[in-house]
């Protein structure tokens, strides 16, 4: 409860521009902040804050690399950060200065427009900041000019025309991001993979060591946590690499070992259910029916 407490919560526009000291945005529910000639000191805003609206953030730099639990080194022409609504930003383990351009978008700024419900379909923006979008330099100069039609529509044309002219520009921007996602999925095949190794590994000691019987399946949550990134990037991380996302690999382990267990013990269909982490048999032989197009003991027959 104490740690709600520190966080702060923004409710508008106005009230970040005036935490840097900036006047008021001209529009409501937009701001383009431009401080890339003029640093923005971090400590200005509370070290962890909730948003009510999108945040699309450029820093200049962020250091050409991406953690992944382990260094990685990438472009050094600065990249993109996101965030939606309600979801808490910030840390207390940097003070440096944020250089770069920052749009926010009030999501009744898209009311009314297919881009409001698009826009949840991005999966960028639950990823973590250790996941951000590197830019190579011709893909900083396509995202940069973006924002710069951006700024100007804002800053020099507010007329009927306005809003769909930026909302068009916004889901161009968007569009952009996702997919030069796809192309830093590509060039960090190695690394992917070697998270790939170590998500079979993991699901592997979860079901030897018999977690499953006390904790129930495997979650997406528990596989990120272990694998140090957030669920939105695993699951978009194997859909690059097989073609599935992180609850489809994982019902693949979970069929994989039933086959094993089915085949080479004498355990009855409702046992393995239980030790595989499922509530309820029936469960299982939905499951395992959908996959294999033969029910559990239509499986073991077929050894027989």
């Known amino acids: ?3 709600e407490e520190n966080i702060h919560r923004f409710h508008s526009l106005g009230e970040v521009q005036r935490a840097f000291g900036l006047p008021q945005p001209q529009h409501p529910l937009i701001s383009f902040i431009n401080n890339t000639d003029n640093r923005i000191k971090v400590k200005m805003l509370p070290h962890s804050h909730v948003l009510s609206f999108y945040k699309i953030s450029y820093r200049t ?3 050409g690399k991406l953690k992944y639990g382990q260094g990685y080194y990438d472009f050094d022409e600065g990249g993109l950060l996101f965030a939606s609504p309600n979801q808490v930003v910030g840390s207390t383990d940097s003070n440096e200065d944020h250089c770069g351009c920052t749009i926010l978008i009030h999501p009744d700024f898209l009311w009314n427009y297919p881009l409001s419900k698009k826009i949840k379909q991005y999966g960028f923006f639950s990823y973590a900041v250790n996941e951000a979008l590197h830019l190579s ?5 396509t995202i940069l000019s973006i924002f710069k039609l951006i700024e100007e529509e804002l800053n020099n044309r507010i007329d009927d025309f306005s809003q769909d002219v930026v909302i068009s520009q916004i889901e161009l921007l968007l569009n952009c991001c996702n997919r030069f996602y796809k192309r830093q999925f590509t060039t960090r095949k190695v690394v992917h993979n070697d998270l790939l190794q170590k998500l079979e ?3 592997d000691d979860y079901f030897n060591a018999e977690k499953s019987l006390a904790q129930g399946i495997p979650t997406v949550q528990y596989l990120a946590e272990t694998l140090n990134i957030s669920p939105s ?3 978009d991380m194997l859909r690059s690499l097989t ?7 994982i019902h693949n382990k979970l069929i994989e070992k039933a086959k094993e267990k089915i085949s ?5 269909m409702s046992e393995i259910a ?3 982490g499922f509530e309820h048999p029936s469960s299982f032989n939905k499951l395992f029916k959908s996959k294999t197009s033969f029910s559990p003991l239509e499986f073991r027959r077929s050894f027989n």
């Open 61 to 63: 730099k962020l250091s």
């Open 137 to 141: 330099e011709t893909e900083r100069s």
């Open 233 to 235: 990037y695993l699951s």
């Open 264 to 268: 080479t013990t004498s355990s009855s």
């Open 1 to 3: 409860m104490k740690k």
């Open 243 to 249: 073609g599935q996302n992180a609850r489809q690999h």
């Open 274 to 276: 239980y030790e595989l």
């Open 201 to 203: 590994e993991t699901l």
